[in-house]
């Protein structure tokens, strides 16, 4: 098979149908020549996805013809593996050990790049957009040189999942998939988004190489199904579309995105039978200039026209080609003169708020050297009328959530009964899950164990954690574990996400403990918190309290940031670095590695006391004291509080864990006055034991403890806001120890209310 060693003849020779390879050794890259590597389908059952590599080659073309990149030519050599892994895998060698190629590109399939990601990350050699939905190309850690490109075949079931509960949450499933990686890939996302409120009734398997699927159909339809998914390749998603209209059957169908062509799909299957089709998108179709905006689509339309006129603008796989050759380029560009291997991968993990033209308007590229993921949304669409119309909004398929293994761990937590009680410490032991090292979790936790520790009558273990997910996941299933320190906003995300089954009824909380004000570290560029709306967002790993708030907070202010899962003070090189655009860290002030940074180039954000965040935060203020190097001396900088409570599971009264939890409320409340003097953590001054937890219930031993020594006055009440509101006894709080965020907030209302009379 002839050699076709520039990109234009490439082009033209792949329009042409030809297979691409070379015979002996290729000569050594030229000094002014970007060599990249390429495998595509251009036969077999996947020779539909073969257009991509094809306007990939053209779009270098026209790179080409417009000077190249930084005066170097773009040489691309593809290879036909007609999707099958061991061609895939002798291409690949042959392009980096012969070819000598810088990078490999643009590999079509989840098992063809699964059979080369090993080879090209042992040889260091850059394995860019990878073109398959699998999770395996954002593993950074075991693949660094690994990049992909397409949403996740997961995180577009999921988004499927979410438009069925919203709409269709009585229905019943089918599900039509490929029998490898990706189709099963496709039904896990499905089944973990739909997290068995709907009802997948059948699932019906097929292999690459079939030629019908006839038989699955039948199997299908014959379920009573009424929503019928898809996660199939184009060619069977044509034989699905029509055989289902041969039947005469028209359940709600899904097509995966990988299969909504609609020269590739939807005229061969006939549009009669596609009508109502649904799907999702992150990039436009050919055809839609509204969208796409005049300048971006005269464009697109002129490149087509000029470099592809063979294949038609309609072809989907055609825009996929077009938009990875454009991030492809963006790249290499971004290399300047360092065409290195190490430079290449670095600019690939450096991606930050791209909108390439023709993707969905509002759907951003970000990658970063923990994210290897650079497109994680997606906008639903329906076939009518013979087009696709997209509608509602943009989806996010990574449930925030849902990458925490302790929400997923609690989402299939089943009843109180079936606890393992079993291996109980001593009597008068009590087991308490604090946070990290360092954290104020842990420093609450340790002063408990000095003030209320007497060895004999109570013990108390202090346990470093995770942060606030963890803890409530420790408290729920972990042997011996009797209480933590836990946000309020974390049991209210629990609930409102529906992660544990009548968790209300299972978790309690013993006292508010102390409130943890949210820190947002940027460069003084960003302004305001809202600002960070597509930026690159460290919020601390995913089992922590902070990434529960930050991931609240930006959902109830309309804010979607590309979240980074990194320790907030292990993360503060990267912000320098402009790695990221800025840190959250929500714990008690002051911070200690926060309180040493003193650098001029950076700040802390404003957090403003929006109406939607009132109902579970309050206001706060970070002042000079707290951080001299990041606020002017007598200034501060105005934030929110998110609350941290005791809290432990609902054990019966008569049970052994109720009497020790009992046992550590009556020690510790009677010397509340005694932890909030030094050396203790200043946060134990803001202890309110009198106050409440709107919509959850109070550990009944400690509802008692406070009716016999703090009873309330007839009719009062005392909410979460009200800290020190009725004032505590004498001997557990005195007056200048009550609540200072109380004191700021009723601040905060004195002024707001001034503001607004001004005005």
């Not at 438009?163 to 009585?170: D, K, M, S, V």
């Not at 604090?434 to 060895?455: E, I, P, R």
């Not at 965040?613 to 934030?639: A, C, M, N």
């Not at 946060?683 to 403890?705: D, L, Y």
Request: with cysteine; aromatic share 8%.
């Amino acid at each position: 098979m002839p050699r076709r060693s520039l990109a234009t003849a490439l082009a033209l020779a792949a329009m042409a149908g030809a297979a691409f390879s070379t015979q002996g050794v290729a000569a050594p890259p030229a000094s002014n020549e970007i060599r990249i590597g390429n495998t595509a389908p251009y036969t077999g059952p996947a020779s539909a996805y073969g257009v991509i590599a094809k306007v990939i080659a053209a779009y270098l073309e026209k790179t080409n013809a417009e000077g190249g990149i930084n005066g170097r030519k773009v040489n691309m050599i593809s290879y036909d593996d007609a999707y099958e892994p061991t061609k895939t895998m002798e291409a690949t060698r042959k392009l980096v050990e012969e070819d000598q190629v810088l990078l490999a590109l643009g590999t079509i399939g989840t098992n063809t790049n699964a059979a080369i990601q090993p080879y090209l990350n042992s040889k260091k050699v850059p394995h860019l957009f990878a073109l398959s939905g699998a999770a395996a190309w954002d593993q950074p850690r075991e693949f660094p040189w690994t990049v992909g490109f397409l949403p996740s075949y997961a995180a577009e079931a999921q988004i499927f999942a979410q438009y069925l509960l919203e709409n269709h949450p009585r229905g019943k499933i089918a599900v039509l998939y490929q029998d490898d990686g990706m189709g099963k890939e496709y039904l896990k996302g499905l089944k973990d988004g739909l997290g068995g409120k709907i009802p997948i009734v059948a699932e019906a398997p097929y292999k690459v190489a079939d030629t019908t699927i006839d038989a699955q159909i039948a199997k299908l339809k014959a379920s009573g199904a009424d929503v019928l998914l898809e996660f199939t390749t184009p060619k069977f998603a044509v034989m699905a579309i029509r055989r289902a209209a041969e039947l005469g059957w028209r359940p709600l169908q899904f097509a995966a995105s990988i299969s909504n062509s609609y020269s590739a799909v939807i005229q061969p299957a006939g549009p009669q039978n596609a009508e109502g089709l649904l799907s999702a998108a992150y990039r436009l179709e050919g055809e839609d200039a509204a969208a796409a905006g005049d300048v971006a689509f005269r464009e697109w339309t002129a490149f087509m026209q000029r470099y592809v006129p063979s294949i038609s603008k309609t072809n989907g796989q055609a825009v996929l080609g077009y938009l990875v050759g454009k991030l492809t380029v963006e790249v290499l560009r971004n290399c300047g003169d360092d065409l290195s291997r190490e430079n290449i991968i670095r600019q690939a993990r450096g991606l930050k708020g791209i909108q390439l033209p023709m993707m969905v308007q509002g759907i951003l590229i970000n990658t970063s050297p923990s994210d290897h993921a650079p497109i994680e949304q997606m906008r639903m669409m329906r076939f009518t009328n013979g087009q696709w119309q997209h509608f509602g909004p943009v989806r996010s398929g990574v449930d925030a959530g849902a990458v925490s293994d302790s929400f997923k761990t609690i989402f299939k937590y089943g009843t109180a009964t079936k606890r393992d009680l079993a291996n109980q410490l001593n009597a008068n032991t009590v087991s308490l899950m604090t946070g990290s090292f360092g954290s104020t979790y842990a420093q609450v936790g340790a002063d408990l164990a000095s003030v209320l520790d007497n060895g004999t009558s109570l013990r108390i273990l202090p346990v470093m954690g995770r942060g606030s997910v963890q803890a409530v996941a420790d408290i729920l299933l972990l042997r011996g574990v009797d209480a933590g320190i836990v946000r309020k906003d974390t049991l209210a995300y629990l609930d409102r996400k529906d992660f544990a089954k009548d968790i209300r009824n299972q978790f309690v909380y013993v006292a508010k403990m102390f409130n943890e004000e949210m820190h947002v570290l940027a460069p003084r560029s960003i302004t305001n918190v809202r600002e960070l709306d597509g930026k690159t967002v460290v919020v601390d790993l995913p089992d922590s309290s902070t990434f529960v708030t930050a991931i609240n907070v930006f959902e109830r202010l309309g804010i979607r940031p590309h979240l980074i899962y990194q320790e907030p003070r292990l993360a503060l090189d990267m912000l320098r670095k402009g790695e990221v655009d800025a840190i959250v860290a929500i714990e008690g002030k002051p911070l200690q590695w926060l309180n040493q940074v003193n650098d001029r180039n950076l700040h802390l954000v404003p957090v403003e006391y929006a109406k939607n965040l009132q109902e579970e935060y309050l206001p706060s203020k970070l002042s000079s004291q707290d951080y001299p190097g990041l606020v002017p001396e007598g200034g501060f900088v105005e934030t929110i509080a998110a609350e941290a409570v005791l809290a432990s599971y609902n054990w019966a009264p008569n049970s052994d864990r109720y009497r020790r939890l009992a046992l550590l409320v009556d020690t510790m409340f009677d010397k509340v006055a005694q932890l909030q003097r030094p050396p203790f953590h200043p946060k134990w001054r803001e202890m309110a034991p009198r106050a409440t937890v709107a919509g959850w219930t109070r550990f009944k031993a400690a509802q008692e403890w406070l009716d016999r020594n703090m009873p309330l006055a007839s009719g009062s009440a005392v909410s979460s806001a009200s800290a020190a509101v009725p004032p505590l006894p004498s001997a557990v709080v005195s007056p200048q120890d009550r609540d200072p965020l109380y004191r700021e907030f009723l601040e905060w209302r004195a002024n707001r209310a001034k503001a607004a009379g001004g005005r």
